[in-house]
């Protein structure tokens, strides 16, 4: 008589590990598919050649900064903004436009109104969460100049703040 001591396979190690890899392949490629089907790629300009006649009125504008000699100081805190000139004061004393455009996530971006105080400070309150890679821009309500820069924050200290 002749004994067997085979193992039933459910019990065994290669059938389990050979049904989970595809089975965990399977799990991850249709979470994929759902990620891809439900959530916006943010960050995919649909009109290229729009957006490549905007940039010419974008490099007008920031030339126009560096001709004026536009160099200022800005300090950015917890909730307030401030924005002192140290050359190339605008002329007008109207409100200046600052946009905080967030490095991958769009939905942070957000702008802020700059109002000029008696000591010739422009200053705007704000409540936004401001910590990460920012590109800010400054500019008139007119877009005549520009001033644009790769900003990483918070900061506590002033800042040159130049084209």
């Given at each position: ?29 249709f979470t ?118 790769m900003v990483?924050l918070p ?9």
């Amino acid at each position: 008589m002749q004994t067997s001591n085979s193992i039933i396979w459910y019990k065994q190690f290669w059938p389990w590990f050979l049904i989970i890899v595809p089975l965990t392949s399977m799990v991850l490629s249709f979470t994929m598919m759902y990620l891809a089907f439900t959530t916006e790629d943010s960050m995919v300009i649909d009109d290229y050649y729009k957006e490549g006649k905007a940039i010419n009125v974008k490099i007008k504008a920031i030339q126009k900064a560096k001709e004026l000699n536009i160099v200022s100081q800005l300090v950015i805190n917890n909730n307030k903004i401030e924005l002192s000139f140290v050359s190339g004061l605008p002329e007008d004393d109207s409100a200046l436009v600052m946009d905080f455009h967030h490095a991958t996530q769009d939905f942070k971006d957000f702008s802020v109104t700059l109002f000029k105080d008696a000591k010739g400070i422009y200053r705007a309150p704000h409540d936004y969460d401001v910590a990460g890679k920012w590109r800010i821009s400054l500019h008139p309500f007119n877009d005549d100049w520009k001033i644009q820069q790769m900003v990483s924050l918070p900061r506590q200290q002033t800042f040159e703040f130049k084209p």
